[in-house]
């Protein structure tokens, strides 16, 4: 992607954000009604309408790409371009009134992620990674942070003991008794609380690729390491249907400890 094709890229992905921010917030300010999902997850009709005018905006200026979306806009194209959409990552936070929710969206070039944009409607935080180039509300952002490099001083966090398997959860309990200490909930938001020096690392389970895709990028542009429990890079398959267990730290040691621990 050269300079001129990220400004365009970077440019929509922006207007998709403005537009889902639209319906989100209004309804994050406002009362709210909620179905139950067939997998027991909370959806809005806030959620549904973000995904939809994003799906229209998609499929009007690249009519031949992929959609990947949480809700009901996917579509499977013979592309090597997918977008990845999750109107509301953290739909329980944005329905009880608490701003850690957030609208992921990325741009992934044969299974791999290649620009991302978290926006954080409530928080008034919008976050945009492509390679280098790390964006906090269209400013270059670089964390001047020291991380701790002692798994036994770092923080972790994830969202839900729900999400992991009964030998996830053993695991995850190890590593809990390894570190500082630990703090549930907090949804995509944890990922930027690593890029801040809040947390020093995140571990899930059973995520969604897009939970964690349109994330990718922008930890990536601030050097935070992102890999599945197996120390593998996260790439979507054809059908779209993984799940994906993720380390993400920023030192090196904290991760490699780990990774030893969840293996």
């Known amino acids: 992607m050269n300079e001129a094709e990220f400004k365009e890229i970077s440019d929509f992905l922006n207007l ?7 319906i ?13 999902k067939n997998d027991g997850s909370p959806v809005t009709e806030f959620d549904k309408n973000s995904e939809k005018i994003m799906c229209k905006l998609i499929s009007e200026k690249f009519p031949d790409h992929n959609i990947l979306a ?16 999750d109107p509301i990552d953290g739909t329980r936070n944005y329905i009880i009134g608490r701003p850690l929710w957030g609208t992921l969206i990325c741009l992934a070039f044969k299974g791999l992620p290649i620009i991302g944009l978290a926006d954080f409607p409530a928080l008034n935080e919008r ?16 964390s001047n942070h020291l991380f701790t490099n002692k798994i036994s001083e770092a923080i972790v966090g994830s969202t839900d003991p729900s999400l992991f398997s009964e030998e996830g959860q053993k695991k995850y309990q190890t590593l809990i008794n390894a570190t500082r200490y630990h703090v549930w909930s907090g ?7 690593v890029m801040k020096g809040g947390l020093d690392l995140v571990v899930e389970q059973g995520l969604a690729a897009y939970d964690i895709f349109p994330l990718i990028p922008i930890l990536k542009s601030q050097d935070i390491i992102i890999t599945d429990w197996n120390s593998r890079q996260l790439s979507l398959n054809k059908n779209f249907s993984s799940k994906y267990s993720t380390v993400v730290a920023k030192d090196t040691n904290v991760y490699k400890s780990t990774i030893d621990i969840l293996k």
Request: with cysteine.
């Open 187 to 193: 949804d995509c938001h944890n990922y930027c609380l």
């Open 24 to 36: 989100t917030l209004d309804g994050f300010l406002s009362d709210k009604s909620l179905q139950i």
């Open 70 to 85: 949480e809700e009901e806009g996917s579509k499977k194209l013979d592309s090597d371009y997918t977008w990845i959409l």
């Open 127 to 142: 976050w945009l990674g492509y390679k280098s180039n790390c964006l906090l509300n269209n400013s270059n952002f670089k």
């Open 16 to 22: 998709l954000a403005d537009a889902s921010k639209k």
